[in-house]
């Protein structure tokens, strides 16, 4: 009987791909997945520490559980990811309905563990008598016995940064992302790829070098064959991951295999005032340019080539260069600046000045801005708010730096300090709570009304739409209508296919895509509604920019044949964070 797993993602994108990663290693080993935690015999939480918020959120869902498993001591619960590498075992300790602890370095050791737990669990569950009281303190010992952990534990502590080869103990979690599963039917017409694992930079607070390791380069063939079995299988848009994307570089010459599989490299330390382009040049080196034209040229069949995110710092003009020659690139950069203040950028350990940044913005919109062929450059930023010692004339300064680098949108967050940051053990977090409050506040209606401004600018053009699902709009008025027993004929069929539909879910695999980089659209072949209520379904998708376009499903036209495609999408205004517009194609619709 397999078990069933319920598997929950908090934070980036790269802890997205290593949950998918997971998922797809326990089901080929018999493994079944729920959406539903009630229903699950194993719940694992992929965690973030970056924020605080989130870090709170898996202690509360971890205390729900604990009441659980006085009742279910057979359940097996999991904490994998940043969380798991900072806490330690004193998670376990603090929650001992924790029985398998998994830092970010060592998925690949997560199916022992969990066949391991699930076995202790097993046998602590047949030794626990009788349901017990509802209050854990007042239970009495051989009760309490089924609140013990199973104690499985792989993290890995600071080993990687001790080892100076990598390759001599073989890169076990390389195997993860080699060992993926691509179904046809299993995939929303993206796909992220990793290219780079953790990071060097020490930002002051920042846990990910702490958590994810030192920075390492995964080989390009393996990234390529990945790219192209993604394609094989109806991939359309595929990003590249990396803490610092842009730092990719692998040397041929200094290439290690182990059991027939190359070992990725740890990427280099750079000196302050090192020439970065210099030292990546070389023949026998793939550089982040060489990477993204392999890509490009060697897999057509991926229509969108995306990557996040890159630091400001060390950003050639080879890549951008390459962008700008390849169609198929997407002309969208993630770039955080963090600070509009010279001094908070010190403090943050950055490595740049805000004119260097600016600078660099200026220069990657020179190469890729050209809205009069259909393809502006557009970027975004993330900006943190109220660090350490920031003053009011550092926070206008931020002010300043989101009018002049004119982000689409911006990610702005309060500080909040991460314990093991080097801002956490140095640096007071002196600025009051309500302060850094009203300067989120006001940063944020500033990046308001940029990014609509921004968006007005793609007013009366057309431009290419890959369509992710039914708008968050319609499908919660799918849901309610469904939950309610209103709506058009086949609403209850449709509701439950809007599910799968929606941005967040799965869809059906896309379409082949014409030369013309425009997916053929398929006839309608399911007789889906195209309206609830009296009212077409709204469809959401992004730009090559990455903007986000609403626009309705044409009468007579299953919206559920366009998700998966790139569609042309003519703009009629911009509201907001996102462009609303009509589909511009009318043959075969
Ligand atoms: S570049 Fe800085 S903020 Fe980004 S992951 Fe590395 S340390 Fe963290």
Same mark, same amino acid.
């Given at each position: ?32 997945? !729920? ?27 971890? =205390? ?18 940043? /969380? ?10 603090? /929650? ?73 103990? =073989? ?32 930002? !002051? ?56 599989? +190359? ?8 000196? +302050? ?8 040049? *070389?023949?026998?080196? !793939? +550089? ?20 996040v995110t890159s630091y400001p710092k060390s950003f050639g003009n ?67 708010? *109220? ?16 009018? !002049? ?39 944020l209606k500033l990046q308001l009304e940029i990014s609509t401004r ?9 431009m290419q739409v890959f369509v992710q699902g039914v708008s968050k ?13 209103? =709506? ?16 967040? *879910? ?38 090559? =920019? ?33 462009? /609303? ?9």
């Amino acid at each position: 009987m397999p078990l069933d797993v319920y598997l929950e993602t908090f934070g980036c994108q790269m802890n997205e791909l290593d949950s998918e990663l997971v998922s797809s290693q326990l089901r080929a080993l018999g493994y079944r997945f !729920t959406e539903r935690i009630d229903d699950a015999r194993v719940v694992l939480f992929n965690t973030c520490s970056v924020r605080e918020h989130a870090e709170q959120k898996v202690w509360s869902r971890l =205390g729900e559980l604990a009441v659980r498993k006085v009742r279910q001591p057979e359940l097996v619960v999991g904490v994998l990811g940043c /969380m798991a590498e900072r806490e330690g075992d004193g998670l376990m300790k603090r /929650m001992p309905v924790v029985d398998i602890l998994v830092g970010p370095a060592e998925l690949d050791k997560l199916p022992a563990l969990l066949d391991n737990a699930v076995r202790t669990r097993i046998s602590l569950a047949i030794d626990a008598p009788a349901p017990p009281p509802p209050e854990v303190d007042s239970l009495p010992s051989f009760i309490k016995k089924s609140l013990v952990s199973a104690g499985q534990i792989a993290l890995q502590g600071t080993s990687s940064r001790r080892s100076q080869t990598l390759a001599a103990a =073989g890169d076990q979690l390389e195997l993860l992302d080699l060992s993926r599963a691509t179904s046809p039917d299993d995939h929303s017409g993206s796909a992220y790829v990793r290219i780079t694992r953790g990071c060097n930079k020490f930002c !002051t607070y920042c846990v990910v070098p702490f958590t994810r390791g030192a920075e390492i380069h995964r080989p390009p063939e393996h990234i390529v064959d990945e790219c192209k079995r993604l394609a094989d299988a109806g991939i359309i848009e595929v990003t590249l991951l990396g803490q610092t994307v842009n730092h990719y570089r692998f040397e041929h010459g200094a290439a290690v295999t182990v059991d027939g599989v +190359t070992q990725p490299q740890k990427g280099r330390v750079y000196r +302050t005032g090192e020439d970065f382009a210099d030292a990546y040049a *070389g023949e026998r080196v !793939t +550089t982040f340019a060489g990477l993204l034209k392999r890509i490009h040229d060697e897999v057509p069949g991926i229509q969108r080539l995306r990557f996040v995110t890159s630091y400001p710092k060390s950003f050639g003009n080879d890549v951008l260069q390459v962008i700008r020659e390849s169609p198929r690139i997407c002309r969208y950069l993630h770039v955080p600046a963090q600070s509009g203040s010279d001094r908070m950028l010190k403090a943050m350990n950055r490595g740049y000045t805000v004119q260097e940044y600016l600078d660099f913005l200026a220069r990657a919109r020179e190469f890729l801005h050209q809205p009069e062929i259909g393809r502006p450059l557009t970027v975004a930023g993330d900006i943190i708010v *109220g660090f350490p010692g920031e003053t009011e004339e550092d926070h206008l300064a931020t002010a300043e730096l989101l009018r !002049t680098a004119r982000y689409k949108n911006c990610f702005i967050f309060k500080y909040s300090p991460r314990p093991g940051t080097t801002a956490y053990d140095k640096l007071a977090d002196d600025v009051p709570e309500e302060t850094k409050r009203r300067r989120n506040n006001e940063l944020l209606k500033l990046q308001l009304e940029i990014s609509t401004r921004v968006g007005e600018e793609f007013i009366g053009r057309t431009m290419q739409v890959f369509v992710q699902g039914v708008s968050k709009r319609d499908s919660k008025r799918r849901a309610a209508e469904a939950a309610c027993g209103t =709506g058009s004929p086949g609403v209850e069929s449709w509701a439950s296919r809007g599910v799968a539909l929606s941005i967040e *879910g799965r869809v059906a695999p896309s379409t082949p895509v014409s030369a013309a980089g425009v997916a053929e659209l398929k006839t309608p072949s399911e007789d889906l509604p195209n309206e609830m209520g009296g009212l077409p379904t709204q469809l959401s998708g992004r730009t090559e =920019g990455d903007l986000i376009v609403l626009f309705d499903a044409p009468a007579g036209r299953s919206p559920e044949s366009l998700v998966g495609q790139i569609v042309p999408v003519w703009i009629e205004s911009s509201k907001m964070l996102s462009l /609303m517009g009509r589909l511009a194609i009318s043959a075969g619709v």
